[in-house]
């Protein structure tokens, strides 16, 4: 494991968040972490055993994030801004693999051939609608204000974005 970008990203972001700090404070936010995701797993079997099909589990878990937070908030707000704050590097390399695999395991396969058509359609057809169409009236509305106006090129590159 020398020289996967994904174990150098997990040791980056221990020794900027916990080797820094006193012994007890990293062992303190393990411990709260680690709370979190047993409440999302109780939620989790709850959803299961009530039958809510509605409702899916990652919603819920943003929930139990959003209430969390929302009460560590109403307790003491520097604590949350200054040492529980959110980390792209953490989301981008840690916990969004796992949800796009879990995604893709739960994803009904014969469905999702038989729409392959429509899906890449929509995909395609409509990037390039939206891109162009954006930029198209981005183009138009610059016009209107002054005599400068934004080139057809650069409103197009816009709309892409």
């Known amino acids: 494991f020398e020289n996967w970008e994904c174990c150098d990203s997990i040791e980056r972001m221990y020794m900027r968040n ?7 404070y990293h062992s303190v936010r393990l411990l ?42 109403l ?6 801004g200054s040492k529980l704050s959110f980390d792209n590097d953490l989301f981008l ?10 995604a893709a395991l739960s994803i009904d396969k014969r469905a999702f051939r038989r729409d392959l058509f429509p899906i890449l359609a929509f995909a395609g057809l409509g990037t390039a609608f939206s891109a162009i169409s954006i930029g198209w009236i981005t183009h138009k509305v610059s016009q ?3 005599a400068e106006h934004l080139p ?4 197009l590159v816009f709309g892409s974005l």
């Open 93 to 102: 390399q840690i916990m969004l693999p796992p949800i796009i695999f879990q």
């Open 144 to 146: 209107w204000g002054s």
């Open 18 to 24: 916990c080797e820094e700090e006193p012994g007890e």
């Open 32 to 73: 709260a972490i680690m709370l979190v995701m047993l409440v999302c797993a109780m939620i989790k079997a709850c959803l299961k055993k009530a039958k809510v099909g509605w409702l899916p589990d990652a919603c819920a878990f943003i929930l139990v994030g959003t209430f969390v937070s929302g009460v560590l908030r």
């Open 75 to 80: 307790f003491d707000s520097t604590f949350v």
């Open 152 to 155: 057809l090129l650069g409103s």
